[in-house]
């Protein structure tokens, strides 16, 4: 194989391989995020739950 076609593809791939990180870190920030608003929402289920049994 060509060595110029060799270097093109490394090159390719590691922009696809910069990329890919790039996207991940944003789904992993994401995520997080997701994971505190599910939590936020949870205690205030709790909490409206507790409210509402003290007015029993």
Not at 47 to 54: D, M, Q, R, S, W
Request: proline share 0%; net charge negative.
């Amino acid at each position: 194989m060509d060595k110029v076609l060799i270097q093109n593809r490394i090159n390719e791939l590691k922009h696809q391989y910069s990329l890919a990180q790039e996207r991940l870190e944003k789904l992993q920030q994401q995520e997080s995020e997701l994971r505190s608003t599910i939590l936020r929402i949870y205690n205030a289920i709790n909490v409206l739950e507790e409210v509402l049994k003290e007015q029993d």
